[in-house]
């Protein structure tokens, strides 16, 4: 089916502001930027779908469409979906402390709680020898992340990094008695049939940063939370989760290590849960918002649109930067907005 057809077929399921515009052309212009953007890269993968049907989905370079490669801090989006699934069947909440769940947390970080630890806000440092350790327990780089000292006080400044997720991750697997692993596995992995997905053979897995993915299969992920987090076969969130993915929730507190404290433009972009809000509809509610790691990988989410997109890339994000803002700028062009649900 023609893309042009194909939008306009789907943009008929709902209520949208104005007519399809030309589509076709507009993802000539997407192939044409990404075949020469990537050249130097050696290639990637997009792939993007609006209403959970896939629009656009190409190989290029030396990539196959079923490439799974490092997503670095992409993986941040995977995790904090496991751990919304547990807070949605309330084995967690998200303003439970730290010491609640870890009876040997230290008491200097006591006010820590699992909303900060994902929102980046808990005042940890932003990193510690033991993330990149895969012959520890995450049980064990937990309780060498409480004996540093905090970089602030807890929920007074974000500071972006990869210890709050850690330890997050640790309060799942006691508040379970699983392995985060298996967590994955249960409440990701296996819902989706992702095979590719994953963090390899290890007792310390990188919450935060050491999955590796697929283009097409982190694009289901995206597909399920742009339909409210579940469909008729399978249950990833409750509403309110994915609401509160893409809720600012910074708390207005300052930005003293954020992913775009250089990217002209981005500055003043505050995190949600997994996510950071592109655009934001005045009142902290993200619009769009984007999970990226440090190789360049980008998945975005447009709810104005229920357009999410997936570019797979092994480079530096700061190349690819300027590249995934005219893709993604294109598509907004291409995909008109729906209307508001009442």
Request: aromatic share 6%.
């Amino acid at each position: 089916m023609p893309l042009l057809l194909l939008v306009a077929v789907l943009l008929l399921g709902g209520a949208a502001q104005g007519a399809a515009p030309p589509a076709d052309a507009a993802f000539g212009e997407v192939d044409a930027l990404l075949t020469a953007g990537l050249l130097k890269d050696g290639g990637g993968v997009l792939r993007v779908a609006l209403s959970g049907q896939v629009l656009f989905e190409r190989a290029y370079g030396g990539y196959r469409l079923d490439d799974a490669i490092p997503i670095a801090s992409g993986t941040q989006l995977l995790s904090v979906v496991v751990l919304l699934h547990l807070v949605d069947d309330q084995t967690l909440s998200l303003d439970a402390k730290v010491a609640s769940v870890l009876r040997d947390w230290p008491a200097d970080k006591a006010a820590i709680t699992l909303r900060m630890l994902l929102a980046h806000t808990s005042g940890l440092p932003p990193s510690a020898p033991c993330l990149d350790d895969r012959n520890i327990t995450l049980a064990a780089c937990v309780q060498q992340i409480g004996g540093t000292p905090l970089r602030s006080d807890p929920g007074t400044a974000v500071i972006y990094g990869g210890t709050g997720l850690q330890v997050a991750g640790r309060m799942a697997e006691v508040a379970t008695g699983k392995s985060w692993t298996n967590l994955f596995r249960e409440h990701l992995a296996a819902p989706l049939g992702l095979r590719a997905t994953g963090f390899g053979r290890t007792a310390n897995p990188r919450i935060a940063g050491g999955a590796q993915s697929t283009a097409d299969e982190y694009g289901k992920v995206l597909d399920v939370l742009l339909q409210g987090g579940q469909t008729p076969t399978v249950r990833l969130l409750t509403r309110p989760s994915v609401d509160a993915m893409f809720q600012d929730q910074s708390g207005g507190v300052p930005l003293v290590q954020s992913p775009y404290a250089l990217v002209p433009g981005r500055e003043a972009t505050r995190p949600g849960l997994g996510l950071w809000l592109d655009r934001t509809d005045g009142q902290g509610r993200g619009l769009e918002a984007v999970c990226q790691g440090a190789f360049g990988f980008t998945a975005w989410m447009d709810r104005e649109r229920r357009l999410g997109g997936v570019l797979l890339v092994r480079s530096d994000l700061r190349r690819i930067a300027p590249l995934e803002q005219q893709v993604r700028a294109r598509f907004r062009k291409a995909v008109p907005p729906f209307l508001p649900e009442h």
